[in-house]
Structures are given as C-alpha cells and as structure tokens.
C-alpha cells in the first residue's frame, strides 16, 4: 500500500525522531531509517542491529516481548538469564556486515591482496583457494544459498570502503590535531576510510608527519629525533582499535593531538583493573580482532603491548602515559618531555609505580638510583627521589623488600608482588 510516513519529518514533542530515539536508547544499539520508493509507492525501513554483548535499553531500562505485550525484563528472571546467556555468546566480529553477495562481489569489497601480503604470503590461484584463507580466518562465511557473508571482521580490516558496511562505518579511526595544549583552534582532520589493515600504515605516516622532529648530532651523525616512542605511539592505537567496544554505536577510536601530548580514545571501559595493567594476563572484548592483527604484525604480541609502551617512555624520560576511564571510553594520553621539577605529584607518583612494575616484571632491582637514571636525575637530586619512594610507599603504591636496610640500599617492588 505504501506510506504517508515520513521519518524525516517526524518528531516527539519538538525533537526530531531519530535523534529522540537515539538519546532515549542505550548507546549500544545502531539502527538506520531508510526510505525507498516502489510502483510510485513510498516505503519506510527501519534496519535494527542485533545486540551484541549486552541488552538494549529505553530510557534506561529493559524491556521484552510476552506474547503480544511489551513487559519489563527485570520482571521475568528466567527469560532474563536466558537472553544474557545467548548475548554472552555472540561476537560482533563473525556477525554479518554484508549478506547474499556472490563471490566476485565479497572480493571486490575486501582487499584480500593486502590481508595476504601482511601475512606474508603469495596469493594463491584461482578464487577458490582464496576463499579457503579468508573462510578459515573467519572474514568471509558461506551461506546454504551458496552466496557469501562479509563479517564485520572482514569489513572493519579489510573494506576498500568503511562506508560501505553500516555496522562499521562509523568505527573509521579519526586524527583531529588541534593547535597549542586545548581545543580552541582545529588544524588538521583525518578520518579513515579504509579499514583498519589496510589504512594502518597510512595512519601512522600521517600522523608521524604532523609531530614536531628535531635533529640531534650524535657521534658525527645527524638523526632526527621523535617527540613521542614510536612504539609506544603505535602500541596504543593499536590497543585503542583492539579493545573498542563495538556494541557502542556512534563512535569509533580518536587520535587527539596537541603541542604537549597525545590523547587516544576508544570507546568501550578495560576489562583489567589500570593498575595491573602491566601485570595482569590480557583481555579482550574481541579476541579474534586481537588474534589477527598480531598476526598481521600491526601490534606486539598478547599481553607485552604496555609493558613497551611504559619502557620505551621510561628510556626517552618522557612522563609514564596516563590512562583515564570513564563510564564509555578509555582514553589513554601520551606526554612529551617535560622536566622533572614541572611534573604534578601524581605524575610523579604514576612514573614511581609503574617503574617498579617494570623493574620487577624484568627482574631488575628498583631503588633511589634506578628512578633518578628513569627521570634522568643526578646523584644530587637522591634525596627529593628519596621523599617520592617514601610517599609512593606510604601510599600503597609500593612497598620495600627489606624494611630494616639501609635508605640507600632499600629495594622496592609494586604493592601486588
């Protein structure tokens, strides 16, 4: 019969709908209206997601179908713990992000040449063998109809176009340089339209060629002189694309960049507790994301990823990076120098404790003198780095290995060892 409808137009009180929708939802659902015409005929579609991970909520709370009614979930325990049982089990990453397409298609969307070179490996001959790496690795799946799936981890690695796939596109990483220490005055963007394997490397050029360099003579030889580790710079955007939550619609990784730091954002909160960052075995929200960009050789191997970021800081004697959690988003910043006498006290402090994480991780003694060499201080200066061991200790940060010795010769390890 067709529609007068149109969802455009339509609002709730003086709010247009869909942005009404959106703000009364939880951020983890996505949903796209469309509209389409047909014999003269107007239509409307409303494409919904299916969650993943958790439940959809409306103004913050649950809600389920009983027969023909919209009932509270909270009111039917047993549905409930069925419902986050199958939720527990679903993955964004082999969910669909394109159906019902013939094999040339799913090719032509995919740049399957960059997934085999990254791999080192020659691509094989004929379609078929192709096939075979791509299913195997979970990017593509076949359908009983014979068509193929292209999963929203094939989509998010390899799309030749993000905007393609509507579950992903929005998940484009986004590298905003702003002038000075704040936001006042935007410089540069860059939104990435590929996905993450295939645009990695361009990413990191551009955002290498937007960092101040300097050139320093060592040994008769000119060398040009990062602000930031790069390892530690790709390391954290590489956790920020690993470790996003994709069941948060809306928002994807952003790379902030100002005269003094660089701050990384992802949504989604960690899964480990900050301070055990270090130490703690590694968890991800999307393991075979993680899985595959490791062997991709787009980041370090499973559970070293910090411990370089913080060692690589520590040997250029930059301020040990930060991390800040909120209710949605992990946001991780990036320091370049700044000398020791202008650091904060929890500046200090962070530095202090996350030495002694990698002292003991690397099973290296941590004292006055090995935090002087990580701030770069002279003999001097033992007594200010004595009164930080002394507060980072009376803290709870860490605590020393044998009490009754000597102050010059104590011995310090992080709280938890």
């Not at 590929?194 to 320093?216: C, D, H, I, S, W």
């Not at 991800?284 to 499973?302: F, Q, Y």
Request: with cysteine; aromatic share 10%; glycine share 6%.
């Amino acid at each position: 019969m067709g529609t007068s409808f149109n969802w455009r137009k339509s609002k709730v009180g003086n709010e247009e709908l869909e942005n009404w929708l959106r703000h009364s939802l939880s951020p983890n659902v996505n949903f796209e209206f469309d509209s389409v015409q047909i014999e003269q005929k107007w239509f409307g579609v409303l494409e919904i997601t299916a969650a993943v991970g958790s439940t959809v909520m409306f103004k913050k709370e649950e809600f389920i179908r009983i027969g023909s009614y919209t009932k509270k979930l909270n009111d039917y325990p047993a549905v409930k713990k069925e419902l986050w049982s199958k939720l527990r089990y679903r993955d964004f990453e082999t969910q669909a992000a394109k159906t019902d397409l013939e094999l040339a298609q799913a090719l032509d969307m995919l740049d399957y040449s960059t997934y085999f070179s990254l791999l080192n490996k020659s691509i094989p001959e004929g379609r078929g063998n192709i096939v075979h790496d791509l299913l195997e690795d979970k990017l593509l799946k076949k359908q009983d109809n014979g068509l193929f799936t292209i999963t929203n981890l094939g989509a998010v690695l390899f799309a030749r176009r993000l905007a393609e796939f509507p579950t992903v596109s929005r998940k484009a990483i986004r590298v905003v340089q702003f002038e000075g220490k704040s936001k006042v005055q935007l410089l540069k963007e860059y939104i990435g339209q590929k996905g993450y394997a295939l645009g990695f490397e361009g990413l990191m050029e551009f955002l290498n060629a937007l960092l101040p360099t300097k050139e320093v003579i060592a040994v008769a030889m000119r060398k040009t002189k990062m602000p930031y580790p790069k390892i530690a710079l790709r390391e954290t955007i590489a956790n920020a694309l690993i470790h996003q939550d994709f069941s948060i619609s809306g928002t994807g990784p952003v790379v902030e960049v100002y005269a003094d730091r660089i701050e990384i954002c992802n949504p989604g909160a960690p899964l480990v507790d900050i301070m055990r960052i270090i130490d703690s075995p590694p968890k991800s929200r999307n393991e075979k994301l993680a899985s595959l960009m490791r062997r991709l050789g787009m980041c370090e191997e499973l559970g070293t990823g910090w411990d370089k970021i913080v060692a690589t800081c520590e040997l250029m004697q930059l301020p040990t990076p930060e991390i800040q959690v909120y209710e949605e988003n992990t946001k991780v910043i990036l320091f370049s120098f700044i000398p020791y006498s202008m650091l904060t006290g929890d500046a200090k402090l962070r530095a202090c404790y996350f030495h002694a994480c990698i002292s003991y991780i690397n099973q290296e003694p941590m004292n006055n003198s090995s935090l002087r060499k990580r701030f770069g201080l002279d003999e001097k200066n033992a007594s200010s780095i004595s009164r930080l061991l002394k507060e980072a200790a009376e803290k709870g940060y860490i605590r020393v290995v044998e009490p009754d010795t000597a102050p010059r010769y104590m011995r310090y390890v992080p709280y938890w060892a």
